[in-house]
């Protein structure tokens, strides 16, 4: 009944596209594909510690459960991204580090006001936005950077345990500095995070389940 | 590309002095008034009186010689109270109208910071109609003696028969030396503070690197003036939101005030103990709590010791990036000036751009002298003062996402080692260095430093709302 589920907040939108230009939408999607195997906006996008996952697709009219072909006018394209922190925030970045690439994929969707500036963009979102009836998260107290980080530190230790069994003290001491400082950025704690409600925050406690290997 | 209209001059007599910088004057006292709605037309005529009092920007660039200051700032209360119409008052902004003790959850305010622990002249204001705070009252003075005299003369402004009333004020001001009675130029953790500063268009400065915005060039400039101020395009590039009509708006900003207690012997018991088990002593130590060490230097252009010459020099103690920095050898990711405004830390600058906030801030209460273990009880702390054209996305955003959470810097649920509502069980990671094999330490069992102690929301108007406000014509018709 809710789009959280302990730090996760599962946004799905659909926006209708006009059948006629959505196989310039098919190729924008393409492209953008492509594109973002090369380009180093995408990589660093996808370093951004609050951004789980996000995917466009489009849904095509004949495609739509339980309605009868003819029905529906138009195609649509649903975009679905799972992330930590606020709703604001991840639009916010959106449209400040991406806004030509949002345009290329959008401007196809029925008046869109373009990602730039923000608040127009925001609304747009809002009103094409379906909130969500069920969302499960394993992990409630962590965030994926937290998940990625304890699954690295745990490889890196079982690694550096198997490795430096025979060594003397003064050696164990070296292998085991230069072992903390591999994984100095993956020791952060997890637990209830920012809060935006009252029961917001029992919820998470309910929960519980900082993550723990 | 953005189509940001240019700003090439601000109304300066239009806006309130103190947004653009802090006056060159080391004592203040903040006043908090309540508004009589009975008798709101001998209120509206005190207001207008003291609108002529109010220090406008054209003070700067050279604000010396300046004696005494005064600004004036109103909260969603007192703007009710003054009358403006209900069509004007639902047009500002829902973080404003609820206040800061309604927004205790997003902001932290719990066990110790808790709105029912305040300070009960602000506990009084939450609680009691006949005590709200409506206005707020900023006189700043070259020394105590004339803050004193300017005061006496406001205070006769707000007497019997002016519709208002003082429920209780606040002194503040540069910390002495108790023996020497000189300036010492420090908080009471030891720090020296205020090197940091936003640099936006139209601001009668020169420019000076490091206070603006990165470009992708490496270069620095000024931020879009609509993030402080109202009626100008922000960095979206949009006019920020803001209540209508426009003139009351423009050039106004919305501003935090904070009472922030700081638990001075918590803070140094700390630092003794934790620095017996930190290799780089307690200077460094320090210095990686904040990123800069005491006397300013930042770490990220210092990592091995304080550099007094760089310290002082304004042209190059805010001028750095994180770009050499990636992993926190020299300034740790959780640091706090790393998470107060983060620069490049993130990769893309653009996402601290719309994040960053002015800060003002004048400590309170009695210097104590580094060779004493001081203690939590005494009223010592800073009279933290905010502005941001938001609150939402500002200064609400820094406070929840960067100072009481930070998984954008890879710090999961840490928090900001100072400022962060810690409670005996804080953790700061700081990051070692591979290329002199330098482990990482860890502090753990971290306190709180500092507690809230009161405060609110208001909103700053243009002298020119001021004297609408006054006179009664704020209409939305």
């Not at chain 2, 922030?260 to 803070?267: E, G, I, M, P, T």
């Not at chain 2, 050499?324 to 620069?343: E, F, Q, T, V, Y």
């Amino acid at each position: 009944m809710s789009n959280l589920a302990g730090k996760a907040y599962a946004l799905s939108v659909l926006s209708p596209i006009k059948p006629w230009t959505t196989w310039i939408n098919q190729a924008v999607l393409l492209y953008s594909l492509i594109q973002g195997r090369i380009s180093k906006t995408e990589s660093n996008l996808k370093k951004l510690t609050f951004i789980h996952y996000a995917r466009w697709q489009v849904v095509y009219r004949d495609n739509w459960l339980g309605e009868p072909p003819g029905q529906v006018k138009y195609n649509y394209l649903l975009f679905f991204s799972n992330f930590n922190g606020t709703w604001d925030q991840y639009i916010d970045a959106f449209s400040d580090v991406v806004p030509d690439r949002l345009n290329l994929i959008w401007r196809w969707s029925v008046k869109f006001p373009g990602s730039v500036p923000v608040t127009p963009f925001k609304g747009y979102i809002r009103l094409n936005q379906y909130d969500t009836d069920y969302y499960y998260n394993a992990y409630p107290g962590a965030a994926t950077t937290d998940v990625k980080a304890a699954i690295f530190l745990k490889q890196s230790l079982d690694k550096f345990a198997a490795t430096n069994k025979d060594l003397d003290p003064a050696a164990f001491k070296l292998a085991y500095n230069k072992f903390l400082i591999s994984i100095q950025n993956s020791l952060m704690s997890t637990g209830a995070g920012p809060r935006f409600t009252e029961r917001h925050q029992a919820a998470s406690e309910l929960k519980g389940a900082p993550y723990v290997n | 590309m953005t189509t940001q209209a240019p700003v090439e001059t601000l109304d300066l007599e239009d806006i309130q002095g103190f947004i653009m910088r802090s006056y060159p004057l080391p004592c203040a006292r903040y006043v908090y008034v309540h508004i009589d709605d009975k008798q709101v037309n001998a209120a509206r005529s005190t207001l207008e009186k003291l609108t002529e009092l109010v220090t406008a920007s054209t003070v700067w660039p050279d604000a010396t010689g300046l004696e005494h200051a005064l600004n004036i700032a109103l909260s969603f209360k007192g703007l009710m109270a003054l009358g403006l119409p209900t069509s004007s008052l639902i047009s500002f902004p829902s973080a404003f109208a609820e206040g800061m003790a309604r927004r205790k959850i997003l902001l932290g305010d719990e066990g110790a910071s808790d709105p029912s622990k305040w300070d009960k002249v602000w506990q009084d204001s939450n609680a009691d109609p006949k005590k709200s705070i409506h206005l707020w009252l900023a006189v700043f003075a070259a020394d105590e003696s004339k803050r004193d005299s300017y005061y006496s003369q406001l205070a006769k402004l707000l007497g019997l028969g002016s519709g208002m009333s003082v429920l209780g004020f606040e002194d503040a001001g540069r910390l002495k030396d108790p023996t020497t009675q000189q300036y010492v130029n420090t908080e009471h953790f030891g720090y020296r503070d205020g090197i940091s500063d936003v640099e936006f268009k139209g601001m009668p400065f020169p420019h000076v690197d490091g206070r603006g915005k990165l470009m992708p060039d490496g270069s620095w400039v000024p931020l879009a003036t609509g993030e402080f101020l109202l009626g100008y395009p922000d960095e979206s590039p949009e006019n920020p939101l803001a209540p209508i009509p426009h003139l009351l708006a423009r050039n106004g900003t919305f501003m935090v005030v904070r009472k922030l207690h700081q638990n001075v012997a918590s803070f140094r018991c700390y630092l003794n103990e934790q620095s017996k088990k930190f290799p780089g002593g307690k200077e460094l130590l320090a210095a990686k709590f904040v990123g800069r060490w005491r006397d300013g230097t930042p770490l990220t252009l210092s990592p091995d010791k304080q550099d007094p010459i760089l310290a002082d020099d304004v042209n190059r103690n805010n001028s750095f990036t994180y770009k050499d920095d990636r992993d926190g050898s020299r300034c740790p990711m959780g640091a706090h000036i790393r998470r107060m405004n983060p620069r490049d830390a993130m990769l893309f600058s653009k996402l601290a751009d719309r994040r960053r906030i002015i800060r003002r801030g004048l400590t309170y209460g009695v210097h104590t002298p580094e060779d004493q273990p001081g203690n939590d009880t005494d009223e010592h702390g800073i009279m933290f003062l905010v502005m941001n054209s938001n609150f939402e996305r500002q200064f609400e955003f820094v406070q929840q996402q960067w100072v009481h959470y930070g998984n954008d810097f890879f710090q999961g649920d840490d928090k900001d080692p100072l400022l962060g509502n810690n409670d005996g069980k804080g953790k700061m990671v700081i990051q070692g260095d591979s290329k002199t094999d330098r482990a990482p330490h860890i502090c753990t069992g971290l306190p709180s430093f500092v507690n809230t102690r009161g405060g609110d929301y208001f909103f700053v108007p243009s002298l020119t709302a001021l004297r609408q406000i006054a006179l009664g014509i704020i209409s939305t018709i």
